[in-house]
């Protein structure tokens, strides 16, 4: 086995006391296996999917090499999507306390460029983005690759059926040669070997089991006929009343369905869909989060490489043909030593994929009644906190700190009653308890935050 403990490997004083501060007692598995390989400057693959610590398994590395001192760009994270970059930089930002003004960017596609190349004139010493804006910014000369020492490819595998090889190759013909390159992935397919092969210098390999301890997630299957599938999800809430629940569909018409019979039936549902612009899929996802809302309803793609773990329930609406991916959707379940809860809804034309669910589990799947299921109360599932956004973020130099100063302060809320805060370069979301949002919104909206008259609404 493994040592666990981050004191047995090579970190300054400085780190170990920040990740202390920061609730990590222990490496995960990925951590264990990958860190002693890359703190000592190997190339590496390791095999790891969201919610596993890969984050900090490559963002230890990259920092313990950063020269702070130097305002050359010094790593390079690609990651297949926004919202992946977005996490890995939030990610990066905790894990980087440790050291003095490290300055992290997030340079991703689907916003104006001028910002970016703006912010870059200051210096980054870590940028993080997408691969196709990483090489336009290359292009126009505003991104500097010279210095770098780590390249990191987060969640490769993503990245090669997003049909980015092309613009990674390009960018890593920049990166200087000496680089030490961290290749992530949850999938091994060919084309992600072809990337390692081609990019890496005898990188070692590890990987760590996707399976989860399966005696923590309590598996219910019912079977339903067609017209009962919207109601029974309904049902399923308001019998086992989580308070967060993924609902995942295999379709997107049917997460429209879900959705609309959901809102009717009077829960707060939203969904995760293509259609939606980085605005408020940004938004959707962090009321979720911050339990203002109690059911997203996703597709697989759209839910994936999300950082959402540790949910009260998720339902599969469908269940998934693949095996892997109902292993996959219902390991988002259950949160630290507490047992999670996976409830599927089958059809008979669907009983077929049951089989390979229990060839991969090795155990039969626990079959129940629909009819069992009672409200045990007509009281509808209300989400315990509310969001509100604030106008005004990171570029006025507000923090989350500030936001809960003038909430516990002047606007006399208790810590308990502040949520989770999410600070963007414009404008803010705060979770705060439902009693309490108006007085909230008042605090904030005839008050000060950081000494500055800022507006807020209710999202
Ligand atoms: P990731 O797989 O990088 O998206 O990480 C999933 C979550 O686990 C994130 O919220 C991390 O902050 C958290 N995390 C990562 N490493 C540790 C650790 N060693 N101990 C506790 N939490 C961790």
């Not at 049902?235 to 308070?243: G, N, S």
């Not at 229990?358 to 129940?368: A, P, T, Y």
């Amino acid at each position: 086995m493994q040592p666990t403990l981050f004191s047995t490997l090579p970190l300054s004083a400085a780190m170990l006391t920040n990740l202390d501060r920061l609730g990590y007692a222990k490496m995960t598995p990925i951590q264990a296996a990958s860190l002693p390989i890359s703190l000592a400057g190997d190339d590496l693959i390791a095999q790891a999917a969201t919610g596993s610590g890969k984050t900090a398994a490559f963002a230890l590395p990259l920092l313990a090499k950063l020269d702070a001192t130097n305002r050359a760009t010094q790593a390079l994270v690609l990651c297949p999507t926004r919202e992946l970059a977005d996490q890995v930089t939030q990610e990066l930002r905790r894990l980087a306390r440790a050291e003095d003004n490290v300055k992290i960017l997030t340079l991703c596609g689907g916003i104006p460029m001028r910002p970016q190349r703006a912010s870059l004139e200051f210096g980054a010493h870590i940028a993080v983005g997408t691969p196709g804006r990483i090489m336009d910014l290359l292009d126009v000369g505003a991104l500097d690759l010279r210095e770098m020492k780590t390249l990191v490819l987060d969640e490769a595998d993503r990245m090669l059926d997003m049909g980015f090889y092309d613009d990674i190759a390009k960018v890593i013909s920049q990166c200087p040669r000496d680089r030490q390159t961290l290749l992530f992935s949850a999938t091994y397919p060919p084309g992600v070997e072809g990337l390692a092969k081609q990019f890496q210098r005898n990188p070692k390999t590890v990987k760590v089991e996707a399976q989860h301890d399966d005696t923590k997630i309590r598996q219910y299957f019912y079977e339903v006929e067609k017209d009962q599938r919207l109601p029974a999800v309904s049902l399923l809430l308001r019998h086992f009343r989580p308070t967060s629940t993924l609902a995942f569909c295999n379709t997107k018409a049917k997460c429209k369905d879900v959705l609309e019979r959901l809102q009717a039936d009077g829960f707060s549902a939203l969904a995760l869909h293509g259609e939606l612009d980085q605005k408020d899929r940004d938004q959707v996802l962090i009321q979720f989060a911050n339990k203002s809302c109690s059911v997203l309803v996703a597709t697989d793609v759209a839910a994936r490489g999300l950082d959402i773990q540790g949910l009260d329930a998720v339902i599969n609406v469908d269940v998934t043909p693949e095996p892997e991916l109902h292993i996959h959707r219902i390991g988002r379940t259950g949160r630290g030593d507490e047992s999670g809860l996976a409830l599927n809804l089958v059809g008979m034309n669907e009983m077929h994929w049951i089989n390979k669910i229990e060839d991969l589990q090795g155990r039969e799947c626990e079959w129940h009644p629909l009819d069992e299921l009672t409200s045990s109360s007509n009281e509808p599932l209300i989400p315990p906190m509310t969001t509100i956004q604030i106008l005004g973020g990171r570029k006025e130099k507000i923090r989350a700190g500030d936001v809960l100063g003038a909430l516990t302060g002047e606007g006399g809320l208790t810590k308990e009653q502040v949520g989770k805060i999410n600070v963007n370069d414009f404008s803010i979301y705060v979770a705060v308890s439902r009693g309490v949002a108006k007085q909230a919104l008042a605090a904030i909206n005839n008050g000060k935050v950081k000494g500055k008259s800022v507006k807020a609404r209710l999202v």
